[in-house]
């Protein structure tokens, strides 16, 4: 497979703390990888890194390089508008803009210059379809966001994100907010939406972790302990603290 991102001897602090500890790894292009890993280990950190999103957060230093489709993200020349467009994001809690269903999704497109009425309908309906949302709210796009239930709007969200044509998708712990049907609709839609984009989820379940990614990556105090594909990391892991977590004896 190849690598979309590569990261090479990445270590980031949060002021004095080494959150992240000289990672070095590849995520495939149009593959799900998984970061799992107990509470506190970096997987949050690492998957902000990857569009910058801890640029955010004052204190933070990192050095290392994370190259996108040959790019380097860690430059003060890097665009990070564009580079948060390449590379979406979806969060723990869903999070609409009280706005419309329609206007949560066209937001995007319209902040990157699109105006024209027919063309925001098209984005919007094929956004809302490859978020498999479409059909449930095709006859009420003018109804807030804020209505619908919470897996409704995490599918938004994802539909919100594929809007502005992205890259890279990134879910952070993206179902734990949402009862097990939703969940299950959402790994589904995770399935179907590795044909098209490269999809980095961080997850605390590794049953998630086992039945949706193609690669699962170990972390453990800020340093990746094992890096495989998924079947082989559960089935047969090289390391004994990988063993171990699996197995559940910690974490
Ligand atoms: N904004 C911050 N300022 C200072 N320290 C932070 C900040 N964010 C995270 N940390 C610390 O960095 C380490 C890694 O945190 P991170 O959130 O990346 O872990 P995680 O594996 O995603 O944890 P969880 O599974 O609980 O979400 C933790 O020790 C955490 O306390």
Not at 122 to 128: F, P, W
Not at 180 to 208: A, G
Request: charged share 25%.
């Amino acid at each position: 497979m190849t690598a979309l991102i590569e990261i090479e001897n990445l270590d980031l602090y949060y002021g004095d703390f080494q959150a992240l500890k000289s990672i070095s790894m590849d995520v495939p292009e149009k593959a799900v990888t998984a970061f799992i890993g107990p509470s506190g280990c970096g997987k949050s950190t690492l998957l902000r890194s990857l569009n910058r999103m801890n640029d955010l957060i004052a204190g933070t230093r990192i050095e290392g390089s994370i190259k996108i489709a040959g790019e380097e993200i860690n430059t003060s020349g890097m665009d990070v508008e564009h580079l948060r467009k390449r590379v979406g994001m979806v969060f723990q809690q869903p999070n609409p803009f009280p706005k419309s269903i329609y206007e949560n999704v066209a937001y995007g497109p319209r902040l990157y210059g699109i105006n024209q009425r027919k063309k925001l309908d098209e984005l919007v309906e094929k956004s809302l379809r490859s978020a498999a949302l479409w059909d449930e709210v095709k006859d009420h796009l003018k109804r807030s966001a804020l209505g619908i239930s919470g897996g409704q709007q995490q599918r938004l969200c994802i539909a919100r994100a594929l809007a502005v044509n992205p890259d890279v998708l990134l879910m952070d712990e993206s179902t734990s907010a949402l009862d097990p049907i939703s969940t299950l609709k959402i790994e589904e839609l995770v399935q179907e939406l590795k044909n098209e984009y490269t999809i980095v989820m961080v997850t605390h379940n590794m049953h998630q972790a086992a039945r949706v990614s193609n690669q699962t990556v170990f972390f453990l105090n800020g340093e990746v302990v094992e890096y495989a594909d998924t079947e082989t990391l559960f089935s047969t892991p090289s390391d004994r603290r990988t063993e171990d977590y699996i197995s559940g004896r910690f974490g």
